[in-house]
């Protein structure tokens, strides 16, 4: 059913990429799937799994752009522990009705055997048919959690009581309105360790309206989050001082305004000059004297640490205040560089450079 | 893989958590009939206790206090209730244990059981009244439980649409539950022992002098019949109770057993068929027409011709009988004869006296003639059929018969009997009802205790046993009519039942009737369907002698045929709602428009928004904010119910008023 795992290469859009880079998995690596998961006991059960998953387990996937609703034939159903309580009680009414050949208890008997047959309809049916968009997770640090974001569309059907979690993550609750238009959902991810991780498969379940049964439907969504080192302990990159004391600006001389120009693409969003777009005078870039300066290399070698990680740490760290400062910078690492230059776009360069460290997607 | 669930760690709404209390001590209340006042006491301070805590959470007992009050509410149980009767220990234990679950209800999870509890006090209550009214009360309260099961199972409550939900899931449900109702096997005997119900209305075994009449006070309803085609006439419509052989002069009882076995003549064709719903009475009499020629399973027939079930009617009970009106019973033994003619130890000389002068002026040969000549004694003398027939002191016959002459009619059967005793003719009594009335919305006929009735049946040497009723001689009426128990209650006699005029009147009976057809209805389908009907039921569509496999199977395919019918049902496209936004819109150009405003519709939102606030500039602020509503949900990427309510009200409260220049 799904053993051809092709991927699709197709990225988003790039300026939805700028904004909130996914990441994707880019090529059928055989590796990765053994070497992003974390329980050995999956490990262990991964080629077993692997092939019930491919053989007999309904699994709905989303499409290249994150799409997916949910089929009829891919939601399960079982009673959960109300189910199993209530149709003993109705076992013991049942017994209580045959003994006295009471007829009206028999009826009551029967008309909530039938509500709890009808139940099984109507749990199903709030998940069957329901539209999401992965959205996917936005770039974190390691150590702090991340936010996986999912869109949930409104039909003509309200939806109550649909639960979303990952296999190993918390889970959320929300009722969806009736309407139209898409209501977003953050999923809280637990803190992970860097590099891309796979999240596993969405689990879609709904107990509503008796929670007699429970109805749920995995969703592949195939939408990994990269995890950026922890940023370390704050250092001076060589040549960081030097370099401005150079230009002779104070320490924070990319405060000083240079001019305006007009707005260019890829230019921040900080440096553009709101009040005057306000004032409808078109778009406008700030410039700042600082960032004339000379472009600061933070290289693999200079940075402290004893081992891989703390240097990345620290990387991480160097990036993330060159960025701040605005002054242009590169990365010199053992698996490659990263030429000098600022924004938003390279600094996710840059992270995503240290993030991927040591794996072959660097 | 473990499944976690997110709604169980939610906090319990306490507005559904108050309702649901409410719900259960209205679902409690039915067994103030039923269940010791200290058990119902228990369960409504606990219910008390718990709604308080609804306040004041620190008032909730804790395990020890709870373990105490669990072993003093079995104490309770024990002491107040007749535990071998499991009914009633069950009922008792089941609330006093929802009284303590009502008091450590902290999680969702301890309401999911509270509901689950719920349902089976609703069965528990069934077990003691299964009457309409009471079903209807419960089925409500059923639909309030799960109701609230469905706002347990979801995080925002709206009251309204959720009620709607309910309904329409219980809608679903029904089809399911009836076809399974139709045909899971019934029972004929119980799995483990009930005790008897001591239920006792109705006919007694004997007949003392006031029995009957005391009993005609009662409006309430003896059977009900209905007849399969044939009506009988109403002078046929005598239902025949226990006989009576043996007088003391005041007192008619059954006498002695006899062991023979006469063989009715019945003259005509196949009779008249009819199903009685019999009311539980406590005694093991069932009701038939003269003269029942076949009987319902589970009784028999007695040397009288009475109709006697094998088992005493606890609860209601229908019976197909058949009868057949044109009938003669020639047949007497000699010990009966002898019975017959039994006259109690003391006999005034006064009423021997009467009768000696009626047999000196008719022909031995034909004691019909005396017959008559008693019935019209009856008739001639100043009698009165009353209610109220007062104190009879010293010998009751002669005061009856020649002072007080008011009575009724088991003073006119007693004294009837005797009196043809006295002239040789074999005579008895028979109790039973007479009459009824037909409820007009329905085919079936109504026999109340105010229908109960005593006569008497005289043996003639070509006839048989005769049916003589004295009471037809001094009030014929009673036989076509039967009586207003209203209006004879404060009456010097008895007042029949005439077509009351005003139209109040005519509505009230005829809405008592109406109830009383949908109670018939009730009774005749749900709590009347015994193993019988069920067999009747199935060989009409055919289905003959349907046991074990057989019948199971019919049922898995009637319940799939139903769920597949519901199934379909559900998948109907709904016709599409609807859209609420443009209907909004027209109203708001309506307002404008009358409000002189001009708004053509080539012109879009933001344009007439402009207008209308230079028309009306202190409605800016509501018009700009209906724009921006309108405008955000009309192009917008959203649109709930909430937003379009929101703009509704906004739009009804805009005020367009001139600005009045000062």
């Known amino acids: ?362 | 893989m473990i499944m976690r669930d997110a709604l169980a760690g939610l906090p319990v709404p306490q507005g559904l958590l108050t309702a649901l209390l409410l719900l259960l001590g209205a679902l409690v209340a039915p067994h103030v009939a039923n269940l010791s006042p200290l058990i119902l006491a228990f369960f409504y301070s606990a219910m008390l206790w718990r709604l308080i805590a609804q306040r004041r959470p620190e008032i909730m007992p804790g395990r020890w206090l709870l373990l105490l009050l669990m072993i003093g509410a079995l104490a309770l149980v024990v002491f107040t209730t007749n535990v071998t009767d499991g009914r009633l220990g069950g009922t008792a234990l089941l609330t006093v244990m929802l009284g303590l679950k009502l008091l450590e209800l902290r999680e969702r999870r301890d309401i999911h059981v509270t509901i689950f509890l719920g349902f089976f006090l609703v069965l528990t209550q069934f077990l003691y009244d299964q009457s309409m009214w009471l079903a209807a009360y419960l089925f409500g309260g059923v639909m309030a439980l799960v109701s609230i099961q469905v706002g347990l199972n979801r995080i925002n409550i709206e009251p309204r649409p959720q009620i709607r939900n309910t309904l329409v899931m219980i809608a679903g449900a029904l089809p399911l539950a009836l076809v399974v109702f139709l045909l899971f096997p019934r029972l004929h005997s119980p799995l483990w022992g009930i005790s008897g119900v001591g239920a006792s209305t109705g006919i007694g075994q004997d007949m003392t002098l006031g029995d009957i009449g005391s009993l005609s006070r009662s409006n309430e309803i003896a059977f009900r019949v209905r007849f399969d085609d044939k009506t009988p006439e109403p002078a046929q419509r005598y239902w025949r109770g226990p006989v009576l052989w043996h007088t003391d002069g005041t007192r008619w009882s059954a006498g002695e057993a006899s062991a023979f076995s006469p063989a009715p003549d019945v003259l005509t064709g196949p009779g008249i068929d009819y199903e009685i719903t019999l009311e539980p009475s406590g005694s093991n009499w069932l009701f038939g027409l003269d003269l029942v020629t076949k009987t319902p399973p589970n009784s028999r027939l007695d040397s009288n011709f009475a109709l006697i079930s094998n088992h005493k009617v606890s609860k209601r009970q229908v019976y197909r009988v058949t009868s057949d009106p044109d009938y003669r019973l020639l047949d007497i033994s000699p010990s009966e004869r002898r019975q017959a003619l039994q006259l109690p130890p003391r006999i005034s000389p006064r009423v021997r006296q009467l009768v000696t002068g009626w047999l000196s002026d008719t022909d031995p040969t034909q004691p019909l003639q005396l017959v008559h000549r008693a019935l019209d004694y009856y008739h001639r003398e100043p009698f009165v059929y009353t209610l109220s027939p007062g104190e009879l002191a010293g010998d009751p016959i002669e005061q009856f018969l020649f002072e007080t002459r008011r009575g009724f009619c088991e003073h006119y059967a007693g004294s009837f009997a005797l009196l043809m005793r006295l002239a040789g003719i074999p005579s008895r009594v028979v109790v039973g009802y007479q009459g009824g009335e037909q409820n007009p919305h329905a085919e079936h006929w109504v026999i109340r205790q105010s229908d109960a009735h005593a006569w008497t049946e005289v043996w003639l040497p070509q006839l048989g046993w005769w049916r003589v009723d004295p009471t037809a001689a001094v009030a014929p009426e009673r036989i076509e009519q039967g009586i207003d128990v209203g209006l004879s209650e404060n009456s010097d006699r008895v007042v029949f039942h005439v077509d009351r005029n005003g139209l109040a009147g005519a509505l009230w009976r005829n809405a008592a009737w109406f109830a009383d057809a949908v109670d018939f209805g009730w009774h005749h389908w749900v709590v009347g369907f015994t193993a019988e009907r069920q067999k009747t039921l199935l060989e009409s569509f055919g289905l003959r002698d349907l046991k074990g496999i057989g019948l199971a199977i019919t049922l898995l395919i009637g319940s799939a045929l139903a769920i597949t019918l519901v199934y379909l049902i559900a998948q109907i496209p709904r016709t599409k709602t609807q859209d609420p936004l443009p209907a909004l819109w027209q109203r708001l150009l309506h307002k404008l428009q009358r409000a002189g405003v001009q708004a053509p519709p080539w012109h879009g939102p933001d344009t007439i928004c402009t207008t209308a606030i230079a028309a009306y500039p202190d409605a800016s602020e509501q018009l700009l904010a209906i724009n921006r509503m309108y405008v955000q949900m009309r192009y917008g990427k959203n649109q709930d119910r909430q937003q379009v309510k929101a703009l509704r009200k906004r739009v009804d409260q805009l005020r367009l008023k001139h600005r009045t220049d000062a």
Not at chain 1, 169 to 197: I, K, N, T
Not at chain 1, 330 to 348: D, E, F, W, Y
């Open chain 1, 1 to 362: 059913m799904i053993s051809s795992r092709v991927w699709s290469k197709a990225w988003p859009s790039p300026e939805a990429d700028a904004c909130l880079p996914h990441e994707r998995r880019t090529g059928a690596d055989p590796g990765t799937l053994t070497q992003q998961t974390r329980q050995p006991l999956r490990v262990l059960m991964s080629p077993i799994s692997g092939m019930l998953v491919t053989r007999f387990m309904r699994i709905e996937r989303v499409s290249p752009t994150g799409r997916a609703e949910i089929g009829a034939r891919r939601i399960y159903i079982l009673p959960t522990r109300y189910g199993l309580l209530f149709a003993t009680l109705l076992l013991l009414m049942l017994l209580g009705s045959v003994n006295y050949a009471n007829n009206p208890a028999h009826l009551l008997t029967f008309v909530l055997a039938g509500l709890a047959c009808n139940a099984i309809y109507l749990t199903w049916r709030n998940l069957r048919g329901l539209r999401l968009v992965c959205k996917g997770a936005a770039p974190v640090f390691a150590g702090d959690p991340g936010h996986f974001v999912v869109e949930l569309e409104k039909g003509e059907r309200e939806r109550p009581a649909i639960q979303l979690m990952f296999e190993d993550s918390e889970p959320v609750l929300l009722d969806l309105r009736a309407g139209s238009g898409r209501y977003a959902q953050r999923l809280e991810l637990h803190p992970m360790p860097r590099g891309l991780q796979q999240l596993g498969r969405l689990v879609i379940s709904t107990q509503y309206p008796l929670g007699l049964f429970r109805a749920w439907c995995y969703l592949e969504c195939d939408r990994p989050i990269l995890v950026y080192p922890k940023p370390g302990e704050a250092w001076d990159p060589v040549g960081a001082e030097g370099e401005e004391m150079l230009n002779g600006e104070h320490g924070t001389g990319n405060e000083d305004f240079a001019g305006l120009r007009r707005y260019r693409p890829g230019d921040q969003p900080s440096q553009i000059d709101w009040k005057s777009y306000a004032r409808d005078r078109g778009l406008n870039t700030r410039m700042f004297s600082g960032q004339t300066s000379a472009p600061l290399w933070l290289d693999w070698h200079q940075a402290p640490g004893i081992d891989e990680e703390s240097r990345l740490s620290a990387l991480t760290r160097a990036v993330l205040d060159a960025d701040a400062r605005g002054r242009p910078y590169g990365l010199k690492s053992p698996t490659g560089n990263i030429a000098p230059a600022l924004g938003p776009v390279h600094r996710h360069q840059c992270l995503r450079h240290l993030a991927l460290f040591g794996n072959d997607h660097a």
